[in-house]
Each structure stands twice: as structure tokens, then as C-alpha cells.
């Protein structure tokens, strides 16, 4: 990422304007044209950079739950895996890690019962057991670049 990129990452993790331009609106405060913010983001989510650009919902908010699950997934089933795991509508944040469980990720979901099925349908379809680490506390950690 060049200063520009990591410009626009800082900028969009403050929020994004509710209004009938919001593009042009962040565009304008990071100096730059509609048309070039708009071929960044694509570029960032093109490469990888950036893995989602859209809203995140509290969705302890709305009456459901989060879920941490971690996984053990040998290195050459993790892309298959992946791949099934986030196709999945309610898995969010899905990362690989250097450790014994190395797929990590979020679900959001209405209910426990909810929760219990998506955690059988993902074992079932991956033939890998999940852990599932209920939230207890929500903890704040915001990433920002060096421009």
C-alpha cells in the first residue's frame, strides 16, 4: 500500500458518510476525485489488501450473538476450508494464524440455537472439529497506518 492507500484504510475505519455521495464526501476530505477513491477500494479488496468494504452490524444490538471459533486445519486443506467456512453468511473475520488453530473467525448469529447448528453444519461439511469461544467481554483494537 502506498501513503494514498493507507490514507483511505485510516480514513474509512472512522466511519462512512450516510448522505447521497458519500464517495465524493470521503473523496473530497482525502483530496482526491470520486472516480480514483472508488478504482482504490477496488483495488485494495482485488488484492487482498483489504478483505470486505462494507457496514458492521452490533449485532448483540439487534438481539444475537458473536462467537469466536478456532480451528485446526492442516496446510494443504486450509483453502478448502476457508473457502467452505466463508461461505457461510454468518462467518465474519475469518483469518489464518501461525499457531496449533490456525482459522479463526467470527459468527453472528440470532440465536444459540442458532449458533449450535452452524457449528455442526460447518464440522459436517469441513470434516474438522470447531471450538467454539463464546464472547464474554468486547475489547476495541483500531489499526491504523502510517501515512
Same mark, same amino acid.
Given at each position: 500500500?502506498?501513503?494514498?492507500?493507507?490514507? $483511505?484504510?485510516?480514513? *474509512?475505519?472512522?466511519?462512512?458518510?450516510?448522505?447521497?455521495?458519500?464517495?465524493?464526501?470521503? @473523496?473530497?476530505?482525502?483530496?482526491?476525485?470520486?472516480?480514483?477513491?472508488?478504482?482504490? $477500494?477496488?483495488? *485494495? *479488496?482485488?488484492?487482498?489488501?483489504?478483505?470486505?468494504?462494507? &457496514?458492521?452490524?452490533? +449485532?448483540?444490538? #439487534?438481539?444475537? $450473538?458473536? %462467537?469466536? +471459533?478456532?480451528?485446526? $486445519?492442516? /496446510?494443504?486443506?486450509? /483453502?478448502?476450508?476457508?473457502?467452505?467456512?466463508?461461505?457461510?453468511? /454468518?462467518?465474519?473475520?475469518?483469518?489464518?494464524?501461525?499457531?496449533?488453530?490456525? #482459522?479463526?473467525?467470527?459468527?453472528? +448469529?440470532? %440465536?444459540?440455537?442458532?449458533?449450535?447448528?452452524?457449528?455442526?453444519?460447518?464440522?459436517?461439511? !469441513?470434516?474438522? !472439529?470447531?471450538?467454539?469461544? &463464546?464472547?464474554?467481554?468486547?475489547?476495541? +483494537?483500531?489499526?491504523?497506518?502510517? @501515512?
Amino acid at each position: 500500500m502506498d501513503a494514498v492507500d493507507r490514507n $483511505i484504510v485510516n480514513r *474509512l475505519q472512522g466511519g462512512f458518510p450516510v448522505c447521497e455521495y458519500p464517495f465524493r464526501e470521503v @473523496a473530497v476530505e482525502l483530496g482526491m476525485d470520486e472516480d480514483e477513491l472508488i478504482r482504490r $477500494i477496488d483495488s *485494495l *479488496l482485488e488484492q487482498g489488501l483489504l478483505n470486505r468494504f462494507g &457496514p458492521m452490524y452490533n +449485532v448483540e444490538s #439487534m438481539g444475537g $450473538i458473536y %462467537s469466536l +471459533v478456532a480451528m485446526q $486445519i492442516p /496446510e494443504d486443506e486450509f /483453502e478448502r476450508v476457508a473457502s467452505i467456512v466463508n461461505g457461510f453468511r /454468518e462467518v465474519a473475520h475469518n483469518y489464518q494464524r501461525e499457531h496449533l488453530f490456525n #482459522m479463526w473467525f467470527v459468527l453472528a +448469529v440470532e %440465536s444459540e440455537s442458532e449458533k449450535e447448528h452452524l457449528l455442526a453444519r460447518i464440522e459436517t461439511q !469441513t470434516g474438522y !472439529t470447531v471450538f467454539d469461544m &463464546p464472547k464474554q467481554q468486547e475489547f476495541y +483494537v483500531g489499526l491504523k497506518f502510517d @501515512a
